[in-house]
T-cell receptor
Framework: KAGVTQTPRYLIKTRGQQVTLSCSPI?????VSWYQQTPGQGLQFLFE???????NKGNFPGRFSGRQFSNSRSEMNVSTLELGDSALYLC????????????????FGNGTRLTVT | AQTVTQSQPEMSVQEAETVTLSCTYD???????LFWYKQPPSRQMILVIR??????QNATENRFSVNFQKAAKSFSLKISDSQLGDTAMYFC????????????????FGTGTRLTIIP
């Protein structure tokens, strides 16, 4: 089974631009979560989608948004990029929305490294 | 809010030795899950081991085991017979299932411990 696939692996943007990152979950997984990883703040939860609906959201400004498609693939978008948005963005999927927490652990992708100049 | 603390930013150990990584957390909840994730240079977060708070028995996965002390809110990871492939960042993480019926709640991560296995 293919793992969680994130594209692109690397991205360089300038301040003020917007960016879209893509995540394809493991086949059969319906929940997709996004995390931001920076040296200063560590790993922080962005949001989680299940069946095309956002169920959980972290403490990020409205410039960060996402969506999920009917095939469970997810995209996240960051508008009006700031230097502080430079980070590794990790996507994770899990099997079953009815099987919570430890019984359905997250499987992560390799991340997209976003650099904002 | 839950917090997770990893007090060892870096550790190193000789190959084949045993190493223990520390993690403490703070929560007022009684039911929750704890995880250790490994992040090698490939950047992918890999689940190492998980523990349900309602289970008293410590989880084990081959060379990896935990010492879960619920009253002390401590969740350490022991790696036995360490191997070069164990070199990575290790993150302790906490998840608190909510009343909602669906899906995974968010993970709260610690700041990580960089572990180096020395040949």
């Amino acid at each position: 089974k293919a793992g969680v696939t994130q594209t692109p692996r690397y991205l360089i943007k300038t301040r003020g631009q917007q960016v879209t990152l893509s995540c394809s979950p493991i086949s059969g997984h319906r929940s997709v979560s996004w995390y931001q990883q920076t040296p200063g703040q560590g790993l922080q939860f962005l949001f989680e989608y299940f069946s095309e609906t956002q169920r959980n959201k972290g403490n990020f400004p409205g410039r960060f948004s996402g969506r999920q498609f009917s095939n469970s693939r997810s995209e996240m978008n960051v508008s009006t990029l700031e230097l502080g948005d430079s980070a590794l963005y990790l996507c994770a999927s899990s099997l079953d929305g009815y099987d919570r927490g430890g019984n359905s652990p997250l499987h992560f992708g390799n991340g997209t490294r976003l650099t904002v100049t | 809010a839950q917090t997770v603390t990893q007090s060892q930013p870096e550790m190193s150990v000789q190959e084949a030795e045993t190493v223990t990584l520390s993690c403490t957390y703070d929560t007022s909840e009684n039911n929750y899950y704890l995880f250790w994730y490994k992040q090698p240079p490939s950047r992918q977060m890999i689940l190492v081991i998980r523990q349900e708070a309602y289970k008293q028995q410590n989880a084990t996965e081959n060379r990896f085991s935990v010492n879960f002390q619920k009253a002390a809110k401590s969740f350490s990871l022991k790696i036995s017979d360490s191997q070069l492939g164990d070199t990575a960042m290790y993150f302790c993480a906490f998840m608190n299932p909510t009343i909602s019926n669906f899906g995974n709640e968010k993970l709260t991560f610690g700041t990580g411990t960089r572990l180096t296995i020395i040949p």
